[in-house]
């Protein structure tokens, strides 16, 4: 059975950080890539970072990047997603997916972010 956990969520304040984890099984997790994306209440889904699953190959959202970074541990089957300097705009549910030739194929429930003081 393919799972994908997110974990890490919850309220930050503006300026603060938090680790978002995306735990996966019933799959072969190393030969995927694997994709944070985000939706905002009445916002379309956008896609936030993501890691390519053989260089490991990084690529972000312009309205993130140089304050999110993603990683991925194969060992462990989990993807991160180190979210820094954190705004009331990066309030959000954040989810994982694993993507094989380009195709979203596995998706988590998602996790709650909440930036606010």
């Known amino acids: 059975q393919v799972q994908l956990v997110e974990s890490g969520g919850g309220l930050a304040q503006p300026g603060g950080s938090l680790r978002l984890s995306c735990a996966a099984s019933g799959f072969t997790f190393s030969v995927y890539a694997m994709t944070w994306y985000r939706q905002a209440p009445g916002k379309e889904r956008e896609l936030v970072a993501t890691i390519s699953s053989a260089r490991g190959s990084t690529n972000y959202a312009s309205s993130v990047k140089g304050r999110f970074t993603i990683s991925r541990d194969n060992a462990k089957n989990t993807v991160y997603l180190q979210m820094n300097s954190l705004k009331p705009e990066d309030t959000a549910v954040y989810y994982c997916?694993?993507?094989?030739?380009?195709?979203?194929?596995?998706w988590g429930r998602g996790t709650q972010v909440t930036v606010s003081s």
């Open positions: 997916c694993a993507v094989r030739f380009g195709v979203p194929n596995y």
